[in-house]
T-cell receptor, first 115, second 116 residues
Framework: AQSVAQPEDQVNVAEGNPLTVKCTYS??????LFWYVQYPNRGLQFLLK??????LVKGSYGFEAEFNKSQTSFHLKKPSALVSDSALYFC?????????????FGKGTMLLVSP | EAQVTQNPRYLITVTGKKLTVTCSQN?????MSWYRQDPGLGLRQIYY???????DKGDVPEGYKVSRKEKRNFPLILESPSPNQTSLYFC???????????????FGEGSRLTVL
């Protein structure tokens, strides 16, 4: 079985400061990992993904994420937060080795960036 | 514009009154799926479809039905809604094959359903 944990319900940062939103995963094989963002009253939007290769992946809006296999983590980062980054962020995982498997989402982390 | 369109966006109904939430995509995607989003529980998959006339249960299928008669449409049917089906519902689509495993899902804007 595959699972995702987002240990923080909410992350608060000041504008201009770096931000990190944490995600850990569990799969039996190798993972495909994704981050999605949900703005108020909107659907989820794809931010970035890790499939293979470089452990640091870059995505939309200046976000990046670092894949760490030994710690089974895929934390989302941004060097300088903007107020407009305030949204709900979801980490998701799919087990690469299990044929088709559903995409499992974490419970979400609300990011609040203060001016 | 590539998009997934859901209707209605907001609905208040009463227990037992059948309703359908429509979902349509214009990207020629084979894969379509329904999720529900509840506070503290994240997104949970209700049903998915790998192609026309091919549907399968997700994690929380009880109380829901789906059909896939056309590639672009994937309606979610609540035959006899109950208050525990009050939720925010999302339809999503994607290509299949390796693209399904490695690619992103495209989501609709959501349908907020309240069952009284």
């Amino acid at each position: 079985a595959q699972s995702v944990a987002q240990p923080e319900d909410q992350v608060n940062v000041a504008e201009g400061n770096p931000l990190t939103v944490k995600c850990t995963y569990s799969v039996s094989g190798n993972p495909y990992l994704f981050w999605y963002v949900q703005y108020p009253n909107r659907g989820l939007q794809f931010l970035l993904k890790y499939i293979t290769g470089d452990n640091l992946v870059k995505g939309s809006y200046g976000f990046e994420a670092e894949f760490n296999k030994s710690q089974t983590s895929f934390h989302l980062k941004k060097p300088s937060a903007l107020v407009s980054d305030s949204a709900l962020y979801f980490c998701a995982v799919r087990d690469m080795g299990s044929g088709y498997s559903t995409l499992t989402f974490g419970k979400g982390t609300m990011l609040l960036v203060s001016p | 514009e590539a998009q997934v369109t859901q209707n209605p966006r907001y609905l208040i109904t009463v227990t037992g009154k059948k309703l359908t939430v429509t979902c349509s995509q214009n990207m020629n995607h084979e894969y379509m799926s329904w999720y529900r989003q509840d506070p503290g529980l994240g997104l949970r998959q209700i049903y998915y479809s790998m192609n026309v006339e091919v549907t399968d249960k997700g994690d929380v299928p009880e109380g829901y039905k789906v059909s896939r008669k056309e590639k672009r449409n994937f309606p979610l049917i609540l035959e006899s809604p109950s208050p525990n089906q009050t939720s925010l519902y999302f339809c999503a689509s994607s290509l299949v094959g390796l693209a399904l495993s490695t690619g992103e899902l495209f989501f609709g804007e959501g349908s907020r359903l309240t069952v009284l």
